[in-house]
């Protein structure tokens, strides 16, 4: 009888290590590929550089209920070069709706992509500064993020072409990188990439499809607070990844 208990221990706290390996994604051994084509942003995620490398899941409930396939499903691929981060995410939404026409007011209440970029991956406080970037990217294209300001800004730093066919839409991304000093309004340095560099990164989806606001907001990692809705204030919880070349 003590025998079978102690065994039982023993499967508990194996399964238990087992379900915390899976909920927890490796934030810290995660590679970006160098391109090995040239990617032209134009929705359709043709070239030979996406095919070679790998879908990465959306599955992560950072907002929300539970929700089923034909409501939500994420995915995305990475890639990278000397003077951008290129973006495909493949989406899945049964409706696609834009209800606050002004991009500036309750954008996130929106269906909307969402980038998360920390150009130095040292993680730490980004609400109302520029340490790192959470970018909005809206149905028709515009791209937000709150300044130092506290003020919700339009930023250039993305080029964006959205592909929808029925319930699918294909977003294709390239993304210029900066560093903490950046200014609104002013000329600042692009980041060149270089191999071995390491980024903080996380990808998000605002899902709302009859709501007044979001409905689900579901991310690529795990987030171990209970409020899992802090990759506009931390990017302690973005993944680090680094750019192989
Ligand atoms: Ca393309
Ligand atoms: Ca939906
Ligand atoms: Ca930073
Ligand atoms: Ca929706």
Known sequence: MKQRIILNLLLFTCLAILIECSNNSDKTNKNINYRTSEISIDGEPNEMGWDQVDWQPMDQTWLGPEYNKEDF??????????????????????????????????????????????????GGDHQYNNNAFAYHISLDNKI??????????????????????????????????????YKIGQNNQLVILTNLKKIGFAIAYCDNDNSKERENFIGNTYVKVPDKNRGWIDAGVFETLTLIK
Request: aromatic share 12%.
């Open 73 to 122: 499903q994420g995915r995305y691929k990475l890639l990278w070069d000397e003077k951008q981060l290129y973006i495909l995410a493949e989406i899945i939404d049964d409706t696609l709706i834009d209800i606050y026409p002004d991009g500036l007011i309750q954008y996130w209440d929106d269906d909307c992509l969402e980038i998360f970029i920390d150009e130095d991956a040292s």
């Open 144 to 181: 937000v993020d709150i300044g130092p300001d506290s003020i919700a800004h339009y930023y250039d730093h993305i080029k964006c072409v959205r592909k929808t066919t029925g319930n699918k839409s294909i977003w294709e991304l390239a993304l210029q990188l900066y560093k903490d000093d």
